[in-house]
């Protein structure tokens, strides 16, 4: 509640018309029957009875002053009914203004706060339920909060007001709404205590049947080649059909209020009529009073019915609500010191030295005690088997997660003392997976560095053996990229993170299993480029293929979290058993 409290504050003064205005309506609303039973009262049955008392003269006179009567009072309902349509469209707009702007507010927060993630929060969520968070649940409390604002201040107006006025006008009638009231409440409890277990379920289903739905339709490929059609197609059968049937309940149950109330509707102004007839003709009671009577007795059960509503969205709401909550309270585990250190773009040794990392509720530590250094214009190639934390290292440096033990450098300072921004705009960073964004090969490619120029990106496509490929489109540099990057292939997509990583002109470059889905020759040009072009940077090339580490300058052996040997090629033959075991069951004697 903390956050919607805050998020709230730039709307009070709107919040504050909003009420304003709706009591206003339930005012009006409460004074239409008052002005009626005096239209009755006095305009009909009072000169009714001073007209046949009358004759002559007199009676003219007094037929005159009834129609001048009636069409006063007749306009005085009429501005009171049109000062209850202005207060209902300013409460629209006052309302509409205050839930749209404070959802628009709520989601930039969710969505500036998903932004600041590090991959240790990232794990937390999976990116649907970061996705409904922010614009489902959203809207969940938006829906709440208009709803809910009208619902609180009119009914209780409404529902009280209805009361003193109901008494005014026939106090012995109050049991005749006492026990419509009570009645109104048992059903609505019995109702209620049957559907609402099954609100929450709905919710559970609905999750859960975007979940089948979702994987079946990602996984389509996998379901044809595994002809599994008839089991995704049961999976998604039975959730549908779970969902069916708790909806069925719930409206089942709902529908039977329907009818219910409206039968107490109409039996509680028969009861009055019957009752009031009877006073009526003991001069007790003025018909007038009784009309008015009726309607009140009505705005008291509506004002119940309208609370009762209201019962049944917060819990929904609330649940929306502390989901956000969950996502805006989040402890970012990343974050960047107050006086942190910007370094200069010039040549970067990266040193680690007595690394420990563990995953955030993983079980146990994935890197320990690693201690290298990674020195400019050398290539560091890290080898070993899967599984055995390379990536985990190399996340370490653009601080995508923490350590927990020792420390990494950047020319000697901490990368946990650096400015964010700078220690990202020192690192050319090829994931492992490589993902393109939705657009042109030169939007994607340009995104990573704005200021460059037409020549930088047709010289980083060089580097990275892409230029033959695009070239062969007619489009070039503008083909189409969908989604996600699916319309190109595994190798031609890795090639492009890789030039979009070198337009980045950046002085530390990881490369992150980059060179996995390319053929070897194209692999040997690359490297290649790599070296001539890139002469001055930091290389660390993650690879599982010895041929394709071979020549670096420094081969890091990793095997369950630890460095097991480092040196060069030739000096690892020698010293390292596990390097030698990978080299031997990869290339001939000769070749090693
Ligand atoms: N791991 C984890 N949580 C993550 C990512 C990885 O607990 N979010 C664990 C994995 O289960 C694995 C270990 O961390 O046991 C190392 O993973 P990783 O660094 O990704 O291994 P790689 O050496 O990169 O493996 P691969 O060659 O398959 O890329
Ligand atoms: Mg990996």
């Not at 049947?209 to 089991?231: C, D, H, P, W």
């Not at 070039?476 to 890795?494: A, C, E, K």
Request: glycine fraction near 6%; charge should be neutral.
């Amino acid at each position: 509640m903390k956050h919607i409290k805050e998020h709230i504050k730039p709307y009070i003064p709107l919040l504050i018309a909003s009420i304003i205005f709706i009591a206003a309506q339930a005012y009006f609303n409460l004074m239409l029957p008052n002005v009626m039973s005096q239209l009755v009262n006095v305009g009909i049955q009072e000169y009714f009875q001073k007209i046949s008392a009358a004759t002559g003269e007199r009676a003219r006179v007094l037929i005159a002053e009834q129609k001048e009567y009636i069409y006063k009072t007749g306009f005085k309902m009429l501005l009171v009914a049109m000062g209850t349509s202005l207060c209902a469209l300013a409460v629209q707009y006052f309302n509409a203004r205050m839930g749209t702007g404070l959802s628009r507010d709520l989601r930039r927060s969710v969505f500036a706060k998903i932004e600041s993630f590090s991959s240790a929060e990232f794990d937390q969520f999976s990116t649907a339920s970061l996705i409904t968070r922010s614009t489902n649940d959203v809207q969940q409390v938006q829906m709440m909060l208009s709803m809910g604002v009208r619902t609180l201040v009119f009914a209780p107006v409404m529902g009280i007001g209805g009361v003193v006025m109901a008494m005014k006008k026939a106090p012995s009638m109050a049991w005749i709404n006492a026990l419509s009231v009570l009645l109104v409440l048992g059903l609505i409890s019995c109702v209620y205590s049957l559907a609402l277990p099954k609100f929450k379920l709905i919710q559970e289903l609905v999750d859960r049947l975007n979940l089948i739905a979702r994987e079946s339709l990602s996984g389509l490929m996998v379901v044809r080649a595994f002809s599994t059609q008839k089991y995704e197609e049961e999976r998604f059968d039975k959730a549908s059909n779970d969902y069916r049937k708790t909806n069925l309940f719930v409206n089942r149950v709902m529908s039977f209020m329907g009818p219910t109330m409206s039968l107490i509707q109409s039996l509680v102004p028969v009861a009055i009529v019957w009752i009031g007839a009877e006073k009526i003709a003991r001069s007790q009671l003025l018909v007038g009073d009784m009309m008015a009577y009726i309607q009140y007795s009505g705005n008291i059960m509506a004002a119940f019915m309208m609370i009762s509503g209201i019962f049944i969205m917060i819990p929904r709401a609330m649940v929306s609500v502390n989901r956000i909550s969950e996502v805006l309270d989040t402890q970012d585990m990343v974050v960047e010191k107050e006086d942190a250190v910007v370094l200069p773009k010039g040549r970067c040794d990266v040193q680690f030295s007595g690394v420990n990392f563990a995953y955030p509720g993983g079980d146990g530590e994935v890197l320990s005690d690693i201690t290298f250094t990674a020195k400019a214009g050398q290539v560091t190639a890290i080898i070993g088997s899967t599984g055995c934390g390379k990536t985990s290292l190399v996340n370490l440096i653009p601080r995508l997660y923490d350590v927990t033990g020792g420390s990494v450098k950047i020319n000697g300072v901490d990368v946990r003392d650096m400015n964010m921004k700078n220690l990202r705009d020192l690192i050319g960073y090829v994931p492992q997976k490589s993902v393109l964004f939705s657009g042109t090969i030169r939007s994607n490619l340009m995104a990573a560095n704005p200021g460059a120029t037409e020549d930088d990106m047709e010289k980083a496509c060089e580097i990275a053996q892409a230029k033959e490929f695009i070239s062969a489109k007619t489009e070039g540099y503008d083909y189409p990229i969908s989604q996600g990057g699916t319309n190109v292939s595994g190798g031609q997509r890795q090639r492009l993170t890789i030039a979009r990583a070198i337009m980045k002109m950046s002085p530390i470059y990881i490369f992150d299993d980059s060179f996995s889905a390319l053929d070897f020759t194209t692999d040997l040009k690359l490297r290649k480029a790599l070296k001539q072009n890139l002469s001055d940077a930091t290389i660390i090339i993650v690879g599982q293929r010895v041929a394709s580490i071979m020549d670096a300058d420094l081969i890091l052996v990793m095997d369950e979290g630890r460095i097991v040997g480092q040196g060069t090629h030739k000096q690892l033959l020698e010293s390292c058993e596990e390097y030698r075991e990978i080299a031997y069951s990869q290339l001939s004697k000769e070749e090693v």
